[in-house]
């Protein structure tokens, strides 16, 4: 397995905590609540290694990434019923593979447009971010 030391999906810890808690393990991925909250029960999944991208992987793995990323989805639409999900996948300065999932709602925050990598806006609290992590574990 590829890790890179400073790198926050590869050991967790603080370097996750700046901006993820981690929900659990998937088949070749992990599950991240991302800890800004603007868009309601957004999240990450990131692929097992540290890899950068996508053609990098075999197609068994990205096959296995992608039935990841639609389970998490699956489950983000059904603990939150956002009206769309966004996914983006990034990482020019962070180099893992990974894609954020973006729940969102009609006529709310960023609706019809590009959503923020990280606007600041909305945190929560230690005990709401359990709570959303209970639901969405329920549903996967
Ligand atoms: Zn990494």
């Known amino acids: ?3 890179d030391n400073n790198c926050g999906y590869c050991v967790g810890g603080e370097p996750l905590a700046k901006f993820g808690i981690k929900i659990c393990d998937l088949e070749v991925s992990q599950l991240i609540l991302f ?3 603007s868009h309601p029960g957004r999240c990450i999944v990131a692929y097992k290694d540290h890899v950068s991208e996508i053609v990098d992987i075999s197609d068994e793995e990205r096959n296995a990434f992608f ?3 639609n ?3 699956k489950a983000i639409h059904k603990a939150f019923n956002p009206d769309k999900v966004n996914y983006g996948a990034y990482g020019d300065t962070g180099c893992h593979l990974h894609m954020h999932l973006v729940p ?3 006529d709310e925050f960023e609706w019809g447009g590009v959503f923020e990598m990280n606007p600041q806006k909305k945190f929560l609290t230690d005990e709401e971010y359990s709570e959303m992590i209970d639901k969405i574990k329920a549903c996967l």
Do not use: I, L, P, W
Request: aromatic share 6%; no cysteine; hydrophobic share 40%.
């Open 104 to 106: 969102k709602y009609k």
């Open 35 to 37: 800890k800004e909250q």
């Open 71 to 73: 389970r998490a989805a």
């Open 1 to 3: 397995m590829v890790k």
């Open 67 to 69: 039935a990841d990323v």
